[in-house]
């Protein structure tokens, strides 16, 4: 008695491709957008009429540290509320006001009085 099913393919090994319609998860996205980076731009204006009431400008960038620092951006590095200097800084500033106040008061002292009109 003969079958007439088909014969079994082969196996092949089958490489899969990663396209832009697969999923990634969540790691890998957020993975990409920090090695690459993202900008988002965006300007919100509000108006009556031909009265400018409210203009907001919107500029985010979300990146790594490292390709921050490529790009030329490093602002955090500098900014004393971030570093842990900043009461060493705020105590000296504090100093110096102090020091220009005592300065101050010691030269008008020095001045001779203007006559009075």
Known sequence: MTSNAPAPRPQTSRSTITTATQGSSLVDVIERVLD?????????????????????????????????????????????????????????????QSRLETLEAELKALRPAEPAG
């Open 36 to 96: 690459k980076g993202i900008v988002i731009a965006g300007d919100i204006s509000v108006s009556v009429g031909s009265t400018e009431l409210l203009s907001i400008r919107i500029r985010l960038i979300i990146s790594s540290v490292d390709k921050a620092r490529e790009i030329g951006i490093n602002w955090w590095e500098s900014d004393p509320y971030l570093s842990s200097r900043t009461n060493e800084l705020l105590e000296a500033n504090q100093q110096l």
